[in-house]
């Protein structure tokens, strides 16, 4: 069962993922050419801010593994100097890691180079059947049978809250 329900989770992630990728707005916050610097963070700060976007808590940054390590390289990321001991990333374990308003995090589920920054207001996620688990016994294999499914999809609400963040880990 555990399995079966970080597969959904899995799946939920690539679902919405699908949906930002394709719905982002046009406007991309730095290039490929190098790692992403403290200059890109504020230039996504500024963005967010012009596009009135609210700073409620809403506002997120997920980040493939590669992406979220060049974040070490900005001392005003990586130092308990600017942030404080509570909020330095991996503080009590993996969490995520607060930084100029936005929840940043890491996840195996963005393609790397292509980082996402959005406000959970910008896309919605509609549920058609909640998940299901069955259980079976199957007699010829003298084993269990654990089965899971879910049917749900993604939208782009607002695109002036989404936007890619890319970096030169492609």
Do not use: C, W
Request: without cysteine; charged residues 15%.
């Amino acid at each position: 069962a555990t399995s079966a329900a970080a597969a959904l989770g899995r799946k939920t992630d690539e679902i919405l993922y699908t949906a930002m990728d394709a719905g982002a707005n046009s406007t991309q916050i730095h290039d490929t050419s190098s790692a992403v610097e403290k200059a890109d963070l504020l230039s996504l700060f500024e963005t967010f801010g012009t596009a009135n976007i609210p700073e409620d808590g809403g506002r997120y940054l997920a980040m493939h593994p590669k992406g979220f390590a060049d974040l070490f390289n900005i001392t005003e990321f990586a130092s308990s100097d600017f942030v404080g001991e509570q909020n330095l990333p991996f503080a009590g374990g993996m969490t995520m890691k607060s930084f100029l308003g936005f929840q940043i995090f890491s996840t195996a589920a963005i393609t790397a180079g292509k980082n996402m920054a959005y406000h959970t207001t910008s896309v919605g996620l509609g549920i058609n059947s909640d998940v299901q688990t069955e259980l079976n016994y199957v007699a010829e294999r003298a084993s269990h049978l654990a089965t899971s499914m879910m049917s749900m999809g993604a939208v782009v609400i607002d695109d002036n809250g989404i936007y890619e963040v890319l970096d030169n880990n492609s």
